[in-house]
């Protein structure tokens, strides 16, 4: 038996099962996904808030503003790109003006450092190519942009070299009362746990109703994206939001870590859990309000579009709570949860510490792990050090983002691996430049096969029915 299971290998459940392997704990993490980071943790803005939009007293507030701050220093240990590249709230007019100054207000309640608001000619002055009519900005200096998917994987990989396990592919079905602990099961497999901890994202209801807890309900919201090539990704270095509404923050313009530049996300109510489709109408909506913010966005260079859905509970604020003997929820983390992952672990930690499981540190513990975009970065004379050791690395197989063989097999060979294309692309970035996986996507496929020693025709894109291939091409 495990002392505890997580359910769920977003963001949230990687960071709190990081924390917990740093303990004398036995941990598993479960899955129902052929990766780790394919819920909300894989398709959202990337953006570490400062944390002026919650609510003062809030949860979400108080771990929004701490996540932050703990931010660059986790990143720096899991070797994950972030930076710290400030946030403007613009407005347009006198109204727009009121709320701007609401949110600086709101922020400095929160404990936010540094809020300022600025004028037309100190906003030009940042952002050169911000619309001719934002007559203001709220600046916040604290306000980030980090990897969502690399920060997911380089935790629960973070974990497992601490000890604990990952179950992929274990949807949960149901979850029963067993001495000392819980039956966790899927389908034909079980696991047993003293405790468990339910950040299983937009099911996350539906985990707690498997023990009997009915006190919450998660929605659906989609958000679509546009994302455009690493060309543009300059127009703007602040993340540019506007004012906020009753459904979110808007339409936002950004720099990403890897140097695109991202526009979105659209806020719709959905009942379908799954549906991760993008739609013509909500692109079309990116693009236009976009636009009003930022000049000269070229659409043109957009390389892909893509929707994420956020967990939206019935309670207005994160629900991290102890039901009964062992049964934890971390549910309804929508924005800012990934800005707040590394504080909604701490929080989990205390919360077990008062349920009295003990938190021994382990000896032995390592926090660290080796930047997955190491090679990437290092100086010419490095990389040639590297490619006289290893030719693995002199053979792109990544034209557009230079990605080589010797970074995919690496990649593939680390906790936690990968076992289809999209895995491959989110640990290397091989496959999200322009051609978008047009020309490599095949010989990472041979590489998938050759070292998971599994036919090349088995290989998937995103695990289940997501085949690519059905027979040899002069065979069809
Ligand atoms: C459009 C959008 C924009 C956002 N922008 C930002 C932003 O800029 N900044 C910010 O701070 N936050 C943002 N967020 C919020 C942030 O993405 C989420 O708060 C965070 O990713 C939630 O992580 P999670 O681990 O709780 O959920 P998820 O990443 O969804 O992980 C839950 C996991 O549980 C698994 N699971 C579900 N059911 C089961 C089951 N029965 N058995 C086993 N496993 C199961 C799922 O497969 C999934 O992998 C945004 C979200 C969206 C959707």
């Known amino acids: 038996m ?26 598993c993490i479960l899955e129902k996904g052929h990766d780790v980071a394919v819920g909300a943790s894989c398709a959202n803005s990337a953006i570490v808030h400062a944390g002026f939009d919650a609510q003062e007293g809030s949860l979400k507030a108080r771990l929004n503003v701490r996540g932050s701050e703990l931010m660059a220093g986790v990143c720096e240990e899991l070797g994950v790109k972030y930076k710290n590249n400030g946030s403007l709230v613009i407005g347009f007019c006198d109204e727009d003006r009121e709320t701007v100054e609401t949110l600086r207000r709101r922020g400095e309640a929160n404990g936010v450092k540094g809020l300022r608001v600025i004028d037309q000619a100190e906003l030009r002055r940042l952002e050169p190519n911000i619309s001719e009519n934002a007559v203001c900005a709220l600046w916040a200096p604290t306000g980030g942009i980090v990897c969502p998917y690399e ?84 127009l703007v270095s602040h993340t540019i939001f ?37 739609t013509a109408e909500g692109l079309s909506r990116v693009m236009t309000e976009a636009q009003e913010n930022v000049r000269g966005i070229p659409f043109g260079k957009s390389i892909t579009s893509f929707c994420g859905l956020r967990a939206v509970g019935s309670t207005g604020d994160f629900i991290i709570n102890r039901f009964g003997e062992g049964f934890f929820n971390v549910a ?14 701490e929080y989990v930690l205390e919360l077990l510490r008062q349920a009295g499981v003990k938190l021994e540190p382990k000896p032995g513990y390592n926090p660290r792990r080796p930047a997955m975009h ?32 010797g970074e995919i097999l690496a990649a593939i060979r680390t906790n936690p691996r990968p076992r289809d294309l999209d895995g491959v692309k989110r640990r290397t970035r091989a496959q999200m430049g322009r051609c978008q996986g047009g020309f490599c996507s095949p010989y990472i496929v041979g590489l998938l096969a ?15 029915k997501s085949v690519i291939n059905v027979g040899r091409t002069k065979e069809v």
């Open 242 to 278: 506007r004012t906020p509404t009753k459904m979110g923050k808007g339409i936002l313009v950004t720099p990403t870590v890897d140097g695109n530049l991202l526009t979105g996300p659209t806020s719709v109510d959905m009942q379908d859990k799954e549906d991760k489709a993008t």
């Open 450 to 464: 050759e070292e998971l020693h599994i036919p090349y025709e088995a290989v998937t894109k995103s695990g289940g």
């Open 374 to 405: 190491a090679f990437r970065e290092a100086s010419a004379e490095e990389k040639n050090r590297i490619i006289r050791e290893n030719p693995a690395y002199g053979r792109v197989i990544c034209r557009c983002e230079t990605v080589t063989e």
């Open 2 to 27: 495990y002392d505890i299971a997580v359910i769920g290998a977003g963001v949230v459940g990687g960071m709190i099962a990081r924390a917990l392997s740093a303990y004398r704990l036995s941990v």
């Open 151 to 234: 920060l997911t994987i380089a935790a629960v990989g973070n974990a497992m070299d601490n000890g604990a396990d990952l179950r992929l592919d274990f949807c949960v079905s149901s979850i029963d009362r067993i001495a000392g602990g819980w039956r966790i099961r899927a389908g034909a497999e079980a696991v047993e746990a003293a405790a468990i901890i339910n950040a299983a994202g937009v099911y996350a209801d539906g985990i707690a109703r498997m023990v009997g807890d009915n006190s919450f309900s998660i929605h659906p919201r989609r958000g679509e994206y546009v994302l455009l090539d690493k060309e543009c990704g300059g």
């Open 332 to 345: 309804g983390i929508e924005s800012p949860g990934l800005s707040s992952a590394p504080a909604i672990a």
